[in-house]
């Protein structure tokens, strides 16, 4: 990923990058501002928090949330992949990202670019590129018809993403309980 992006998200701008899935409207999760911001481009229901981008399983503890041994093993045979795994986060600091769910999904990618970006920008908050309600984005052109101007960047322009989104795994509970059958059979 382009040294450009990587400021034009430091300095609190949204973009459209290619993720592991489908291509996703980012930003960093640790800015409030920037966060918000995609919420209201997105027009996202209230109480339904975004998937955060992670490099590694460590950057939970950014986050207040240090899982379980049983939690550790499942998401070592889970990621990095396509599952996003719904965790507690009960930390009020993060509520501008929780939305007063007190949880939060996370997702540890494989692609080798896209975690590149995210050791460089920290957390991303990475909903797929789509307005609630519409089918996600395969083309730039799309995305642009969606967003125009009130995305910062494209990235990626000319690949077709054509995956589906990540399945969806809620270690809330005592055994993992799948919310979402998606890219991978869980």
Same mark, same amino acid.
């Given at each position: 990923? &382009? =040294?450009? $992006?990587?400021?034009?998200? @430091?300095?609190?701008?949204?973009?459209?990058?290619? *993720?592991? %899935? +489908?291509?996703?409207?980012?930003?960093?999760?640790?800015?409030?501002?920037?966060?918000?911001?995609?919420?209201?481009?997105?027009?996202?229901?209230?109480?339904?928090?975004?998937?955060?981008?992670?490099?590694?399983?460590?950057?939970?503890?950014?986050?207040?949330?240090?899982?379980?041994?049983?939690?550790?093993?499942?998401?070592?045979?889970?990621?990095?992949?396509?599952? &996003? =795994?719904? $965790?507690?986060?009960?930390? @009020?600091?993060?509520?501008?990202?929780?939305?007063? *769910?007190? %949880? +939060?999904?996370?997702?540890?990618?494989?692609?080798?670019?896209?975690?590149?970006?995210?050791?460089?920008?920290?957390?991303?908050?990475?909903?797929?590129?789509?307005?609630?309600?519409?089918?996600?984005?395969?083309?730039?052109?799309?995305?642009?018809?969606?967003?125009?101007?009130?995305?910062?960047?494209?990235?990626?322009?000319?690949?077709?993403?054509?995956?589906?989104? &990540?399945?969806?795994?809620?270690?809330?509970?005592?055994?993992?309980?799948?919310?979402?059958?998606?890219?991978?059979?869980?």
């Amino acid at each position: 990923m &382009s =040294v450009r $992006l990587v400021s034009l998200l @430091k300095r609190g701008g949204i973009a459209i990058v290619p *993720t592991d %899935t +489908l291509y996703g409207i980012v930003a960093r999760a640790f800015d409030r501002k920037a966060v918000r911001r995609l919420y209201a481009i997105r027009r996202k229901t209230p109480k339904k928090p975004f998937i955060v981008l992670i490099s590694s399983t460590k950057e939970l503890a950014t986050f207040g949330i240090r899982p379980n041994a049983a939690s550790l093993r499942f998401l070592s045979r889970v990621w990095p992949g396509k599952v &996003s =795994v719904i $965790l507690h986060c009960p930390s @009020k600091k993060f509520a501008y990202l929780h939305l007063g *769910t007190r %949880t +939060l999904a996370f997702r540890l990618p494989k692609s080798r670019r896209l975690i590149e970006l995210l050791k460089k920008t920290g957390p991303l908050v990475a909903p797929s590129a789509n307005p609630e309600g519409e089918k996600p984005a395969q083309t730039m052109s799309q995305a642009k018809k969606y967003f125009a101007r009130a995305v910062d960047a494209y990235q990626g322009a000319g690949k077709k993403m054509t995956g589906t989104a &990540s399945t969806v795994i809620s270690l809330l509970g005592s055994v993992p309980k799948v919310l979402r059958q998606g890219a991978i059979r869980v």
